[in-house]
């Protein structure tokens, strides 16, 4: 079931779906304007947020930022009509490729099949798309280069583009007076390729730009607001296991047993995990 969550005074967020692929949206509640952040993967999605913040008496978004091109962050923009939306350049023409595409079972089979398409997007995009597949590529109104600063009235936002393995048209949302960084996608490594993997230079260069910002709360899109504390947690295991990849030339064995060797105990699934995904990337 999915919840309507409130962080700080001016940000609200729904919570996400794993089945069908449905991140977390948010809004932010500016004195005279207010932002959508991502679309959802569904114009079913992205009413469902606006009405469970209406009966919060919140009102619909002036404007609509988009994280990135994935079909789940961008697929309810068509439902949006009345709010202005938002993207880099890059995300743009993303997007325009995904215009002339078909979306019927077979269609996304057969991509699966040619490789152009994951089995796991395919299967989610038939769970959320039970009744009718009518999905309508939208384009946003107004691009940007390197970053776009929005002042909603009592708030700012920046949409800053940031890239990551996960996809290279990443933008984060940073908010500013609240001191919370809607990360999107940009933590997740690439699921994309054959192998799940995270790569050392773009890991080490996302870092070096996420912790330039002063946050104190972290929106992963797919997961859960995590605090500054939890987040370093988790930039320090990233850096960790790209530095010894690169020490261990990506030999997965060699890693485990030298992170073993670093922190003095068996390793936890998570980590195991990380360091099989940078060890892919190495031999990519």
């Not at 729904?14 to 005279?32: A, F, N, Y």
């Not at 002036?62 to 994935?70: E, G, K």
């Not at 490594?189 to 054959?194: H, L, N, R, W, Y």
Request: charged share 30%; with cysteine; proline share 2%.
């Amino acid at each position: 079931m999915q919840q309507i969550k409130q962080i700080g005074n001016r940000f609200y967020y729904q919570t996400p779906v794993s089945e069908t692929d449905r991140p977390i949206l948010g809004m932010v509640i500016g004195d005279k304007k207010s932002l959508m952040i991502d679309a959802g993967n569904s114009e079913a999605h992205a009413r469902y947020f606006l009405e469970e913040l209406s009966e919060k008496g919140i009102k619909k978004p002036d404007m609509v930022a988009l994280t990135h091109w994935h079909w789940d962050h961008i697929f309810g923009l068509s439902a949006l009509k009345d709010a202005v939306s938002l993207s880099s350049h890059q995300t743009k023409e993303e997007i325009s490729k995904l215009i002339p595409l078909g979306w019927s079972d077979d269609e996304l089979n057969e991509r699966v099949k040619e490789g152009t398409e994951i089995e796991f997007c395919a299967n989610a995009i038939k769970k959320e798309f039970v009744d009718h597949r009518d999905i309508t590529i939208t384009l946003p109104d107004i691009t940007f280069g390197e970053k776009m600063e929005i002042d909603l009235g009592g708030v700012t936002c920046i949409l800053q583009p940031v890239g990551g393995d996960h996809a290279s048209d990443s933008v984060v949302v940073y908010m500013k007076e609240e001191k919370i960084l809607f990360l999107g996608d940009c933590f997740y490594p690439d699921i994309f390729s054959e192998e799940t993997n995270y790569t050392v230079n773009a890991t080490n260069q996302l870092l070096d730009q996420l912790e330039s910002f002063d946050a104190e709360w972290f929106i992963l899109s797919h997961g859960e607001a995590i605090s500054k504390k939890d987040f370093k947690n988790e930039g320090k295991l990233l850096r960790t296991v790209a530095s010894i990849t690169e020490e261990c030339s990506g030999n997965v064995t060699r890693m485990q047993k030298l992170y073993e060797h670093n922190v003095g105990r068996e390793l936890h699934e998570e980590e195991l995990e990380v360091i099989q995904e940078f060890a892919n990337g190495y031999t990519m």
